[in-house]
T-cell receptor, first 112, second 111 residues
Framework: NAGVTQTPKFQVLKTGQSMTLQCAQD?????MYWYRQDPGMGLRLIYY???????DKGEVPNGYNVSRLNKREFSLRLESAAPSQTSVYFC???????????FGDGTRLSIL | GENVEQHPSTLSVQEGDSAVIKCTYS??????FPWYKQELGKGPQLIID?????GEKKDQRIAVTLNKTAKHFSLHITETQPEDSAVYFC??????????FGSGTKLNVKP
């Protein structure tokens, strides 16, 4: 079982460049999430999509945009990357109400 | 929004001993509390969860307790093994819409 697949696994960008992080799940889940993980801070929610066709802001949405392309795919875009966005990004999915989240293995993003 | 605090940040135990990690939350409306284990280079993996209508839940060597009045919940690992070494995160959620995570506990089990 693939579960939640994130691409790429690693990326280095220069300040001001743009990039899209991809996430796909094969569990037919309704809800999908994007988090960032910084040292000593746990995971913080950037955006989430409760169901296909809807997206909502989380705790730290500034500087990011998302697209729920279809039920399987949820992408995260950095339009103009900043060093403060250096982090590990995790995508997760869940069936929806009353169900736990399943995480991918992350994208490690460095912005110089 | 919800605020989740987790203690300790690091925990070192001898193999076979028990480990306890504690979390507190601020929003009394939170009703779902999962615990995740994260190994190096991997995403968090759910190990146990509890809902607000239950005070305790156990799964083999792992148990979680919830005190709604005090707004805290704890993870208990008994008979620890070296493979339990990882970073553990607690989280709180209101109706599964958003999840708020603690800052993590790095558990080291010494053989």
């Amino acid at each position: 079982n693939a579960g939640v697949t994130q691409t790429p696994k690693f990326q280095v960008l220069k300040t001001g460049q743009s990039m899209t992080l991809q996430c796909a799940q094969d569990m037919n889940h309704n809800s999908m999430y994007w988090y960032r993980q910084d040292p000593g801070m746990g995971l913080r929610l950037i955006y989430y999509s409760a169901s296909e066709g809807t997206t909502d802001k989380g705790e730290v949405p500034n500087g990011y945009n998302v697209s729920r392309l279809n039920k399987r795919e949820f992408s995260l875009r950095l339009e103009s990357a900043a060093p403060s966005q250096t982090s590990v990004y995790f995508c997760a999915s869940s069936e929806g109400v009353s169900s736990a989240q399943h995480f991918g293995d992350g994208t490690r993003l460095s912005i110089l | 929004g919800e605020n989740v605090e987790q203690h300790p940040s690091t925990l070192s135990v001898q193999e076979g001993d028990s480990a306890v990690i504690k979390c507190t939350y601020s929003d009394s409306a939170s009703n779902y509390f999962p615990w995740y284990k994260q190994e190096l280079g991997k995403g968090p993996q759910l190990i146990i969860d509890i809902r607000s209508n239950v005070g305790e839940k156990k799964d083999q060597r792992i148990a979680v307790t919830l005190n709604k009045t005090a707004k805290h919940f704890s993870l208990h690992i008994t008979e620890t093994q070296p493979e339990d070494s990882a970073v553990y995160f607690c989280a709180a959620s209101i109706n599964f819409n958003k999840f708020y995570f603690g800052s993590g506990t790095k558990l080291n089990v010494k053989p």
